[in-house]
Nanobody, 125 residues
Framework: VQLQASGGGLVQAGGSLRLSCAAS????????VGWFRQPPGKAREQVSC????????YYADFVKGRFTISRDNVSNTVFLQMTSLEPEDTAAYHC???????????????????WGRGTQVTVSS
């Protein structure tokens, strides 16, 4: 599975962006999917996860109420709608996927098998 994120850019604080992750090589409808981010000079952190069949969902506390994860099985794309962006959201955002149909999304979910190239999000104050 190849994953390619897009939709990043420069936005002012309080603004919105929608990230997209296009998948090829397999359909994602039975995959767990999600997003990680890596702020400059910091460790990677899980942002959100959506389990296979949308049976589980997870958001990190720092994005709850502001970000929404979704998928479109027809276009084989995963989205991350980001609103009320803050300078602290500045990071490279990567989409991820795992073929385990029993993958349960949580703060402690195991690493997913597939990682895509990131898209940069920069939020100015």
């Amino acid at each position: 599975v190849q994953l390619q994120a897009s939709g990043g850019g420069l936005v002012q604080a309080g603004g919105s962006l929608r990230l997209s992750c296009a998948a090829s090589g397999s359909t994602l409808d039975n995959y767990a999917v999600g997003w990680f981010r890596q702020p400059p000079g910091k460790a990677r952190e899980q942002v959100s996860c959506l389990g296979a069949g949308d049976r589980s969902i997870y958001y990190a506390d720092f994005v709850k109420g502001r970000f929404t994860i979704s998928r479109d099985n027809v276009s084989n794309t995963v989205f991350l709608q980001m609103t009320s962006l803050e300078p602290e959201d500045t990071a490279a955002y990567h989409c991820i996927a795992d073929p385990d149909s029993n993958y349960y999304c949580s703060e402690y979910g195991p690493p997913m098998r597939y990682w895509g190239r990131g898209t940069q999000v920069t939020v100015s104050s």
